[in-house]
């Protein structure tokens, strides 16, 4: 009996004309925003309001050169200020200008270019109606350790600083905020030297930390969380705490943000899983599909921090557990694997829309150039194969090309598990426009 095939592939499918969500995916590359220039936001988190998605991330420009004395290649960049792109659809980022400036000449000050300003995030309050942004303020040491905090009455800013404290009198360094759904919001930070990682209630404007805090994690360095909500249940991903180099991640599963929190393994699953593929998490973007998020992490360039790049993928929940995996993109492969699934997403250039017509193109063979029989399931809801039926389940199909109507785009990143009887065989699979 042969065995199942498995086969990866991504497309890109989104519908700019309606301006829904696509689903960005980028590997480490650089992300050009409207004018075709790169993005600056680094550490980055989003904001999404009234439609609008608003990305917030840490200018990085200018020469990096290293803080003498450290016993840590302690590299760093003039601290740029906080920019902001806005986006309708996650692909296309428009860049909305500085929303937080630095300054120069005042070195008491924490916006200040001598200082560091890192891992911005904001939140929306109903209440006042401002935009809320937190951010890690401190010495090139990182010896201060505090959570600045900033106001606007738009998104995109100007932001107006606040100023900054160590909650409840508590280090705080890498951070971000999360708005739960009753409104209530959070700082997450790491404490205590990077020893622990602390979660504090925000005051009900969100610009002040409460007296509520707990210390979810103990006795293992931990960076740059990113938390999000999966029924019911909250996750925390975080790295340990390797400077600008790359590292595993892990991530924790509570009831309740304040704890108790259960660490658990490396959400990462495949080539590179060990090394974040390279990168560092920053934040964790929900999509219409409830168990599929958009993991968002850094990958450093610590020798040249303005060169650094990308990492955004798929984090799916299987079982409960995240599971973030650095889409396959060869166009062949010759594998025993037994199972694998095709990401639709839009990495690649091969963009398509709603409403049209389109060539779906599926050339296969086994190892020994013949076709084989397989199946398809869990198809997406936008996809008609109604004049492709001998695509279904247990048919045999011919290599060659067969029309599909693609519906709609709903957001969100659909799976499509193909089985093969056959294995060791190539293929390819992609949908262009007629
Ligand atoms: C890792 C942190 O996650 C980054 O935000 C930054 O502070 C670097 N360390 C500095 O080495």
Redo the contacts with the bound molecule.
């Keep these: 009996m042969r065995f199942i095939f498995v086969l990866l592939q991504m497309l890109s499918v989104y519908n700019l004309a309606a301006q829904q969500p696509g689903f960005p995916v980028h590997t480490g590359d650089i992300l050009n925003d409207t004018d075709g220039k790169p993005v600056n936001a680094h ?1 980055a988190g989003i904001l999404k309001y009234n439609g609008t998605y608003y990305l917030f991330g840490e200018i990085k420009k200018g020469t990096t050169w290293l803080v003498p004395g450290q016993a840590w290649e ?1 590299y760093r960049v003039p601290a740029g200020g906080v920019s902001c792109y806005s986006s309708k659809d996650l692909i296309n980022w428009k860049n909305e200008g500085v929303a937080l400036a630095s300054l120069t000449g005042d070195a008491s000050n924490d916006l200040d270019t001598s200082k560091i300003i ?2 911005p995030k904001v939140v929306y309050n109903k209440q006042t109606n401002k935009f809320v942004m937190w951010m890690h303020v401190d010495a090139n040491d990182y010896s201060y350790s505090q959570a600045g905090v900033a106001v606007s009455d738009q998104p995109e800013g100007p932001y107006k600083y606040l100023g900054s404290v160590k909650p409840n009198g508590q280090m705080a360094r ?1 951070m971000t905020v999360y708005k739960d759904e009753d409104d209530k919001a959070y700082l997450v930070y790491a404490s205590e030297f990077n020893k622990t990682m602390h979660v504090c209630l925000l005051s009900d404007d969100y610009t002040s930390p409460t007296a509520t805090y707990s210390c979810i994690t103990s006795a293992i360095n931990r ?2 969380p990113a938390v999000f909500k999966f029924q019911n249940k909250y996750y925390l991903i975080t ?1 340990d705490c390797t ?2 180099s790359p590292n595993p991640a892990t991530y924790a599963v509570a009831d309740s943000l304040l704890g108790q929190w259960k660490q658990m393994g490396n959400p990462c699953k495949g080539a590179g899983a060990e090394s974040t593929f390279l990168s ?1 998490s920053t934040f964790v973007l929900p999509t219409a599909n409830k168990a599929v998020f958009i993991f968002m992490a850094d990958r450093w360039n610590k020798t040249d921090l303005p060169n650094s790049r990308y990492v955004w993928l798929p984090l799916e929940m299987v079982n409960g557990q995240p599971e973030i995996r650095m889409p396959q993109t060869k166009k062949d492969q010759s594998s025993n694997a037994r199972q694998s699934k095709i990401y639709f997403t839009s990495k690649e250039k091969n963009r398509v829309a709603a409403g049209s017509n389109y060539r779906y193109h599926f050339t296969a063979a086994d190892s020994a150039g013949k076709n084989f029989s397989y199946a398809v399931k869990n198809l997406p809801s936008w996809l008609q194969y109604d004049s492709v039926k001998h695509l279904l389940t247990g048919k045999t199909v011919k290599a060659g090309q067969y029309p599909v109507h693609l519906v709609a785009f709903n957001a969100g990143i659909y799976i499509v598990k193909v089985y093969s009887t056959d294995f060791k065989m190539t293929y390819t699979f992609k949908i262009v426009k007629l």
């Design positions: 550490g302690d890192e891992r890498d960076e740059a790295s400077g600008w560092q």
